[in-house]
């Protein structure tokens, strides 16, 4: 079919006059070079800028939280430890920053996706859309309760962490009077004790959040039967065509999107409890 059709004249002046196969051979790895060309570099673009956004972000956020810190009053720290001040102002914000570095990108290339299928799966039949969204219902409310779930683990392992910390401080802030009365021992009890509360909040908030997978995929899972049910019934009464339907499997293979995204949704790091100016601006 190829060797029947006239060469584009930009294709005639890239190649030459050779015709027949060897051109087309000759497009076909000039077209395969540059699209990996194009890839390699649209690749390196996205890392590049992804990663020099999230890092003026968090400068931007270290800078605001310290200035506001060092305007609030001697009462707030009066009743506030050190230490998860300090897990605030370091492990929180480099959260931010690696969200908005690695993950914020990929979220709105999914969701734009996934708009993008269903626009025209609503093109093609509605009645089958419509089956196809049956659950999502289920699916918002799974999020919107295992989210408030995962929030209260959340802030209880960045508590514990801030405890630690604030542990560590003291400990070896003092270490001369810790080895003068020989309070070692001690301190690596109140260590080990925070220590172990850390791991059995961690281990509890991994456990809601390993639940999104499984969920999600049988959730999926009914909804891709329902398609399967509904839409061949469609197509045995001729009110649709098999394409259609073909297109519309193709576009409710959504999992990996879906289970990305709801992952994202759930475990996006909320404000701690011990968030700077918590109970005073």
Known sequence: MLDARAAPGWLVWLLGAEPGRLAVLKAAVIATVAIAL?????????????????QWIGHDLRQTMYAHLQRLSMSYYDRQQVGPLVSTITDDINAVQDFIS???????VDLLTIVGMLAVMLTLNLNFTLVALTVTPLLGLFVYRLRYVVKLAT???????????????????????????????????????KSLQSVQAA??????????????TVLVAIGTAAVLWFGTRLVLTGAMTAGARRVSRRNLRLRPRTAGITEHFI???????????GTER
Not at 102 to 108: A, E, G, Y
Not at 203 to 216: C, E, N, T
């Open 203 to 216: 281990l509890q908030a991994r456990r809601a959040r390993s639940l999104v997978g499984p969920v999600v």
């Open 155 to 193: 802030h209880d392992v960045r508590r514990r962490q801030g405890e630690m910390v604030t542990i560590v401080q003291e400990g070896l802030g003092a270490i001369r009077l810790v080895k003068a009365f020989a309070q070692g021992a001690f301190e690596r009890q109140r260590l080990n004790e």
């Open 267 to 277: 475990s996006r790091r909320t404000r701690p409890a011990h968030w700077p100016g």
């Open 102 to 108: 690695t993950s914020l990108l990929k979220i709105l």
């Open 38 to 54: 194009a890839q390699g570099a649209g690749s390196y673009l996205n890392s590049y800028y992804s990663s020099n956004i999230g």
